[in-house]
């Protein structure tokens, strides 16, 4: 791939750059926990990198914010989820956790929330439950395109190390929420006209982003270009083993694919796989799919000379998904791997 090159050259600055993290945080507790959470549902517009404005809606921290994805949250099993969700829309929304596809069984759902509305779920999280989910908005079949999403992360009770009882370990750990967008449904959404049946995404975001290569305006913007946004960016030494939790918001299937390291696949639409294929690439399935897969942060064992440093991408390889607008290349969803 002649990418790897292209994208070093852009790397510049990097260090001073990268001031937050976007890593979950754990400790594992002994004792459950109430873990309370209040979103917002707020909505405005957001520049895609052809200069487009998008209207979008979110889960936000607060009524001032709007924040896609949602902010995180990390728990344990045993623990009780309290979360508020407060409406700021005109419309009806709603809040569920979980679920693979449409139809399927919720972890918990708030039920309706009328405009300008707020409801409260109260859920406690049982034994078995350690896992990846999608919280969204189901009322209509596409809210979630519109930005209503967020990763909840369960964590086996008393584990600071492993995915599931079990798993292999890891030292951190960190989301990929994948979203692609077709603006003509979000216009008819803002404009209150007829939902379009047959949607075609012309912008593909991990964690809400498209990434902006050298050269392009906000490129190395942590705020604005996936490349560098520390909520995604796969950044360590070797030896820091990433759990990487990816969860597909979107309408498109896409096959998410890491240079430099192989991953290691750990489970697909949430069941543990039999056995840990060691992949380069790995489908993430369309209709609420999900995939843990563990980054080693291994020496990459086919350079010579041997490499311990280094930059490398991690691109879907469907090539829609690499474009915005209909054609910019190298404008989708990717972010970067830094070996330090
Ligand atoms: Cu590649």
Not at 97 to 110: F, H, N, R, Y
Not at 150 to 168: E, F, V
Not at 196 to 216: C, H
Not at 276 to 286: A, E, F, L, P
Request: glycine letters at 10%.
């Amino acid at each position: 791939m002649e990418r790897r090159g292209f994208l070093k050259a852009g790397t510049a600055g990097f260090v001073s750059l990268m001031t937050g993290t976007g890593l979950l945080s754990w400790s594992p507790r002994s004792e459950a926990a109430t873990i309370s959470k209040t979103y917002y549902i707020t909505a405005g517009t957001q520049t895609m990198p052809d200069g487009v404005s998008v209207y979008v809606k979110g889960f936000s921290d607060s009524s001032a914010d709007l924040n896609v994805p949602a902010t995180p949250i990390i728990c344990q099993e045993g623990d009780t989820l309290q979360i508020t969700v407060i409406n700021r829309l005109a419309v009806t929304h709603n809040f569920v956790i979980g679920g693979l596809k449409t139809g399927d069984a919720l972890l918990a759902s708030t039920g309706d929330i009328p405009a300008g509305g707020s409801k409260t779920i109260t859920y406690t999280i049982p034994t078995g439950k350690a896992g990846s989910y999608l919280f969204y908005d189901n009322k209509t079949s596409y809210n979630v395109f519109l930005g209503l999403h967020g990763g909840l992360a369960i964590m086996p009770a008393g584990k600071t190390d492993q995915m599931y009882s079990g798993s292999p370990t890891f030292k951190k750990q960190l989301f990929w929420i994948f979203n692609d967008i077709d603006p003509a449904l979000n216009s008819a959404v803002q404009q209150g006209t007829t939902i379009p049946t047959n949607l075609t995404p012309r912008y593909f975001t991990i964690n809400g982003l498209s990434s902006r290569p050298p050269g392009a305006p906000g490129h190395s913007d942590p705020t604005i270009d996936a490349l560098f946004d520390p909520r995604s960016q796969l950044s360590g030494y070797l030896g820091d083993r990433t759990l990487v939790r990816m969860l597909n918001a979107g309408m498109c299937s896409h096959a998410m694919h890491t240079h430099a390291n192989h991953m290691e696949w750990l489970t697909d639409r949430g069941t543990v796989r039999p056995s840990i294929w060691k992949k380069d690439t790995i489908q993430v399935r369309n209709q609420l799919g999900k995939v843990d897969a563990i980054f080693p942060f291994e020496a990459p064992p086919d350079a010579y000379p041997p490499v311990s440093k280094g930059h490398y991408p991690m691109h879907l390889h469907d090539e829609m998904s690499q474009t915005a607008g209909g054609g910019m290349y190298q404008f989708g969803a990717m972010t970067e791997i830094v070996f330090k």
